[in-house]
């Protein structure tokens, strides 16, 4: 029957001409799939956003906001996982980013598609901030009067205040929610060319098959692989119910934590904080959000707002853009592009290494000094580590706990010796040093080939699986679909006797998040079931 209404759609929508990516095989993994679930993150915000809005007042935003969680039917449901959507987008688009990044995908021929993509990210950055602003309460209010502070500070934008925030200090966020909308209207305009490149690029070929940029299959090889449709549609589709049924999932099984630590506010409480103007707000600490910690803790670190502002964003974002036209190597491998490799992993260890440190010490100053002695042990680590890897995986290495043990042993010791180093230099500190430092690189050296194992695992060809096993998983996984068919009735029979409101509505949250994870999961091995063939 699946087959029969899939042909209907084919043939009715002209499917076979769409210039779709045909994938191989080995595609179907979800590290090549990454930005489907940023897509489906996306997807789920803008849905629950245009629900919201429904019900949002821009003129009072905080008692608007009370309205939706108290009086809305599941509206603390849509409006948690509206936020939790938005954070699990920024997260996504980050290890995308990332992923792509180490794997080469910013060369020859996708430099637009990749700088596209910079530019979604930091307007998603944006979005969620305005998104973010609209509660209006305490914190969101808060993180406003750091952005206006911003700006301000910098001569001759002080005129732009009014046209982004508008009379937001009166609790009218209607200027801040148009910027929110214009900004989601142009990820959808850049998502949309976005993807259009990347079908026609296709996904990144393993690095067994094309080990040198332009890392693209000839048409030729494309006409081998599996039609878009239906398979990839169905596989997107797993992947799409199981990326929002944990957007339901989480933010509503949080709403049940009480009493959470202060630190842990900006992470896992979807809960509005107080007004601004009530006496509970006296007594929170003050934090932008999360996503926005990071530049938060940067502005600790000098006073001059440009100074700031080139060292958190300009700089960054100059690189990121910049790096298909810097890195003109052909090469993908990692070990061929050791400079870059430690650049990804440097920015990827400052921003969780700063987003850590505001939200430990929020609004310290920290002085250079302690700068220095935070981020630097990091980057020699990272550099000496990315620069005595071996250009070749020596596969008679073995990745044991013992060594892990001594390399992190070693890495703490190093870091703990140029620290000591930098704040009371000596004859006995530069020994001490010197001493650690051979240790660690060392080991090091002992360890670095496990790393690049990882490579091994893009396996061009799926190794063939007897007929007999293959057929004995098929059957486990129809079995399974069954049983996860049948509790999602069972579960979407309770949904039904849920309250629309009060401190139980937040149970049909958690409930449709499951029905959706198994969906997923079910649609998952219905796609092995049908699809596999080796």
């Known amino acids: 029957m699946f087959m029969g209404v899939s042909d209907w759609f084919r043939e009715r929508l002209g499917l076979d001409d769409l210039p779709f990516f045909r994938t191989p095989d080995y595609m179907y993994n979800v590290n090549y799939w990454l930005g489907s679930l940023v897509a489906a993150a996306f997807i789920y915000t803008v849905i629950s956003g245009l629900i919201l809005l429904l019900y949002y007042n821009p003129e009072a935003g905080y008692s608007s906001t009370e309205f939706i969680i108290q009086k809305v039917p599941y509206g603390s449901v849509i409006l948690y996982s509206h936020l939790y959507g938005a954070y699990a987008m920024i997260i996504l688009a980050y290890v995308h980013m990332f992923r792509n990044y180490f794997a080469g995908a910013y060369k020859k021929p996708r430099e637009l598609l990749w700088i596209i993509g910079v530019i979604m990210l930091v307007l998603t950055l944006g979005t969620a901030f305005l998104g973010y602003s609209l509660i209006g309460d305490a914190l969101a209010t808060s993180a406003v009067d750091v952005g206006e502070g911003i700006i301000s500070s910098i001569p001759g934008l002080s005129i732009f205040i009014p046209i982004l925030f508008g009379n ?30 990347a079908e026609h690029y296709g996904m990144m070929p393993s690095k067994k098959v094309k080990d040198k940029a332009p890392a693209v299959y000839t048409k030729e090889e494309w006409q081998k692989f599996n039609p878009w449709w239906p398979r990839n549609f169905v596989y997107m589709m797993s992947l799409i119910f199981l990326t929002w049924g944990f957007i339901l999932l989480i933010p509503n099984a949080l709403a049940y934590l009480n009493g959470l630590p202060q630190q842990l506010n900006p992470f896992l409480n979807p809960k509005p904080a107080p007004p601004p103007n009530s006496p509970a707000a006296a007594h929170i600490t003050t934090y932008p959000p999360w996503f926005f910690l990071f530049l938060y803790k940067i502005a600790d670190f000098t006073s001059d707002v440009v100074i700031f502002l080139f060292i958190g964003v300009i700089i960054p974002l100059l690189y990121l853009i910049l790096v298909p036209f810097i890195d003109r190597s052909p090469y993908l491998s990692l070990t061929k592009r050791r400079l870059f490799t430690a650049f990804g992993i440097l920015m990827i260890t400052y921003l969780i290494q700063t987003t850590i440190w505001g939200d430990l010490t929020p609004g310290v100053e920290i002085p250079i000094a302690q700068q220095v002695m935070v981020y630097l042990p990091p980057a020699i680590i990272t550099l000496v580590g990315v620069f005595v890897m071996p250009a070749k995986t020596n596969n008679k290495a073995i990745a044991n706990p013992l060594s892990i043990l001594i390399l992190l042993v070693t890495s703490i010791l190093f870091g703990g010796a140029l620290v ?9 500190t530069i020994i001490a040093f010197t001493l650690f430092t051979l240790v660690f690189i060392l080991s090091i050296k002992n360890i670095s080939p496990i790393a690049l194992k990882i490579e091994k695992q893009e396996q061009t060809i799926i190794t063939p699986e007897k007929p007999r096993n293959r057929e004995l998983k098929k059957k486990i996984a129809e079995v399974l679909i069954s049983i996860l068919f049948i509790f999602a009735v069972i579960l979407a029979s309770q949904l039904w006797v849920i309250p629309a409101t009060g401190y139980l509505s937040n149970l049909f949250g958690i409930d449709l998040g499951l029905i959706f994870i198994m969906l997923g999961e079910a649609i998952s091995l219905y796609h092995y079931v049908v699809y596999r063939r080796d």
Request: negative net charge.
């Open 168 to 197: 937001y200090d009166a609790g009218d966020y209607g200027r801040v929610l148009a910027w929110h909308i214009i900004f989601v209207a142009l990820i959808g305009l850049l998502f949309a060319f976005h993807f259009f490149l």
């Open 420 to 428: 000591t180093l930098i704040a009371s230099p000596s004859l006995l």
